[in-house]
């Protein structure tokens, strides 16, 4: 007789990371030097294990040991200058204070402008004799009355912030601005008083404002991609009533608990339903908007909502370990992944802007040497004009926005390196069952061995697939089974096991042994390495696929379908719709070993697939999808997790990877060209000073609003 | 033209006067929502003016 050989397949469990981690928004970051001097402070910190920041959404994420202290990390980054708000409250409230204070200050800012022009005005138009000393002197006064609200009030964020760079050691754009209105301002004020020379109120006016109004644009931006973050992981109801008609908090949920879910309400817990059925809309979780119909034994999710039925759920994870948490969780991790070459252009940042300062300063001496009365315009003209902050906004903004585009569209980005990886897929390598299925799979047969019953065969796989996650489990939803099953084991890959009575039984496939039939999956019963049963089942492919396959084709992309199946009729099926190659019957090794066979020819490769037994395959690939996967350790192997079953979106996937590459390239391009071109320029004098501030702003906004093409999936 | 020695401060009392409002309004929330007062004649408020 042939024996179970499973001593080599390893049970299934979930990664959990070993480290704790915690993440925040501070919202005072504005360029890679804050960034650079939180990191700086926070590496020192003792308990601190690894730290990355996003410029895009000033988020924080912070690694720390075990046992580490969060409100010591937290000291640390308000001791360098910098409020802290938790990350996981909603940054909303947050955003309408920071936004009513840059607001005033603009508003201040752009009337004080135009009041000063017109003061300024005066002495522009006044014939080649000049004005009168008395209505000069007048002017001079009132538009230092009205420019001083603007230097002392609206440029206060300058200064602070350059005050607190100059403090960590991490000088930003805003000391170089800081320095520009503060000596135009004190030396227009010299001026004044002493009754002779220049003043330059209507720039300090300026500068104020075009510089301000890019802020604000920035500021309403980044609040708008921060705003759909946080709607994630308030989803979930404070409260869930039980069954027993008592109130609890969410957060107090026990496994085994039975909520009531009424009609219209909000399933409080990740769990399966043990009465009832409604049609339960997923769109929170999914993106898709057609509501899934469920029913008794289904598997329902936290945060999703019950359109129309009574229900009553079983609760079968810990609240903190609720699908729609992880998600939320592996979504703002996503967003703080830096790509390798941004370190450079930060650090191109931090050099730059002492190359400014120093270059203003050669400027304005070299102009004042050569007689020239502009010298001091000039020079601010050079301090104001660089911007080194379009590079490094240039990747942050563009990965913030695709992140959040493709989160709409269904697909939640786990990795960030996800975004680059995409672009270069030449190879797609796609799993069958489930993925390219429907996963619904149906018993259609049993065939019965060695004399046992089939009410007693059915019942003892309705209790060993209780513990698995593969579509196969589903097929036994309708039976029930009293039977218990000690040490339940979990084989991915190949099935599960455990003791029923005295029995040692295995359901899935066995090796040895030869399905009985050619068409359809099959799955062996033993016991106590005795055939017990055969089981067939039949899964049907999702309507989907073959656009999928057209559309993979079209894109370039070369195809591979594995699948640990067996059926022949598979293979037809598969081979019918041409997708170039076709493996079945792997199991977990061998689909790995495809795929590292192809990567040896030099291909980059994407895999696709739903179930535990794709891990290996997706580990070793270059990136991975998961397809609605029904494993939280599933979606810790994938580099991005498709939250709903429509797998033609994949194909849109790929093109908008490409788009979003294009996108950096061109904000990077820019970034260099602008300051190349604008700094000469403004060196030889050709600019004036609002040119300069103007020039500055909208070289950022251009980056962040090319970036904003991304909003675009298609 | 010596007039213009009172028009001038005349003047920047008034922008005084129009930043003073400016930051009252932003404080005041004026800005958030601009669509809403124009509803409110349209609006069911349970406190009417008819009775």
């Known amino acids: 007789m042939n024996t179970v050989s499973a001593a080599n397949a390893k049970p299934a469990s979930s990664t959990k990371s070993p480290v704790q981690s915690v993440s925040w928004i501070v919202p005072g970051i504005h360029c890679a030097a804050c960034t650079r001097s939180i990191e700086k402070a926070l590496q020192k910190h003792v308990d601190v294990i690894d730290v990355r920041t996003n410029l895009a959404d000033r988020r924080v994420w912070v690694a720390y040991r075990d046992g580490g202290n969060t409100e010591s990390v937290e000291k640390a980054i308000r001791d360098v200058g910098f409020e802290v708000v938790s990350g996981d409250e909603s940054p909303v409230a947050g955003f309408a204070a920071e936004r009513k204070a840059l607001l005033s200050r603009l508003g201040v800012a752009g009337i004080g402008m135009m009041q000063v022009m017109m003061f300024a005005l005066a002495n522009y138009v006044a014939s080649p004799d000049g004005l009168d000393e008395a209505y000069e002197a007048l002017f001079r006064w009132a538009g230092l009355a009205v420019a001083s609200p603007i230097a002392i009030f609206s440029a206060m964020p300058f200064y602070s912030n350059a005050l607190r760079d100059l403090r960590s050691g991490q000088p930003g754009m805003d000391l170089p601005v800081s320095i520009a209105i503060l000596s135009a301002f004190i030396l227009s004020l010299y001026n004044t008083v002493a009754g002779a020379g220049e003043v330059y109120f209507d720039t300090v006016s300026m500068f104020a404002f075009f510089l301000l109004a890019g802020r604000y644009l920035e500021l309403l931006a980044r609040h708008r991609y921060q705003a759909d973050q946080a709607l994630m992981t308030h989803l979930l109801p404070e409260r869930a009533t039980l069954k027993s008609g008592d109130e609890v908090a969410v957060a107090m949920l026990r496994l085994g608990d039975e909520v009531a879910v009424s009609p219209g309400e909000l399933i409080a817990s990740d769990g399966v339903i043990t009465s009832g059925s409604a049609s339960i809309d997923e769109s929170a979780l999914t993106g898709e908007s057609l509501p899934v119909f469920k029913t008794k034994g289904s598997q329902v999710f936290a945060g999703t909502t019950n359109s129309d039925g009574t229900l009553t759920v079983r609760v079968e994870t810990e609240p903190d370990r609720f699908v729609v948490r992880e998600l939320a969780r592996l979504y703002r991790n996503s967003s703080t992944y830096r790509p390798a070459f941004m370190s450079l252009s930060d650090v191109v940042a931090r050099y730059f802007v002492v190359t400014v300062l120093a270059i203003a300063l050669l400027t304005g001496v070299g102009w004042w040497l050569a007689g020239s009365d502009r010298w001091f315009v000039i020079a601010l003209t050079v301090l104001v004009v660089s911007c080194p902050c379009a590079l490094s906004l240039a990747t942050p903004v563009a990965y913030t926005i695709a992140l959040s585009t493709l989160r709409k569209l269904g697909l939640l980005v786990a990795n960030g390196a996800f975004l680059e990886r995409i672009a270069r897929v030449s190879q797609v390598f796609l799993d069958k069952t489930g993925t390219l299925t429907a996963g619904n799979l149906s018993l259609q047969e049993v065939r019965l061995e060695n004399g046992e019953r089939r009410e007693h065969v059915l019942a003892m796989a309705k209790a060993l697939q209780r513990s698995s996650h593969h579509p196969v489990a589903r097929a036994f939803d309708d039976i029930d089974s009293s039977l218990e099953v000690i040490e339940p084991e979990v084989f991915p890959g190949r099935g599960v096991g455990g003791r029923i009575g005295d029995a040692v039984c295995f359901m899935g496939q066995v090796d040895g042994l030869t399905p009985p039939g050619p068409t359809g999956l099959w799955a062996a019963m033993t016991c106590d390495g005795h055939l017990v049963a055969w089981f067939r089942f039949e899964d049907r492919l999702r309507g989907a696929t073959s656009e999928l396959l057209a559309d993979f084709k079209s894109l370039g992309k070369k195809l591979c379908v594995v699948t640990g199946d067996t059926s022949a009729s598979g293979r037809a099926m598969l081979e019918a719709l041409g997708p170039g190659e076709v493996h079945i019957g792997q199991k977990p090794e061998q689909k790995a070993q495809l795929v590292a066979a192809r990567q040896s020819e030099g291909e980059y490769v994407l895999m696709v697939g739903d179930g535990v037994n794709d891990t290996l395959a997706m580990a070793t690939a270059d990136t991975s999808i998961a397809v609605r996967p029904a494993d939280i350790s599933v979606q810790d192997a994938a580099d991005a997790v498709l939250l709903h079953s429509d797998i033609r979106i994949i194909g849109d996937v790929c093109r908008y990877g490409t788009r979003i590459r294009q996108i950096i390239r061109q904000n990077m391009m820019w970034a260099v060209a602008y300051n190349l071109l604008a700094l000469p320029l403004a060196v030889s004098g050709f600019l004036v000073p609002w040119m300069a501030a103007l020039g500055m702003s909208a070289s950022s906004l251009l980056v962040v609003a090319n970036s904003n093409r991304l909003l675009r999936p298609g | ?51």
């Open chain 2, 1 to 51: 033209m010596e007039v213009i020695f009172l028009l001038v401060p005349i003047s920047l009392v008034i922008v005084m006067g129009s930043l003073w409002a400016f930051v009252w309004a932003v404080r005041h929330d004026q800005f958030d929502d601009l669509e809403r007062e124009s509803w409110r004649i349209i609006l069911d408020e349970d406190e009417g003016s008819e009775q």
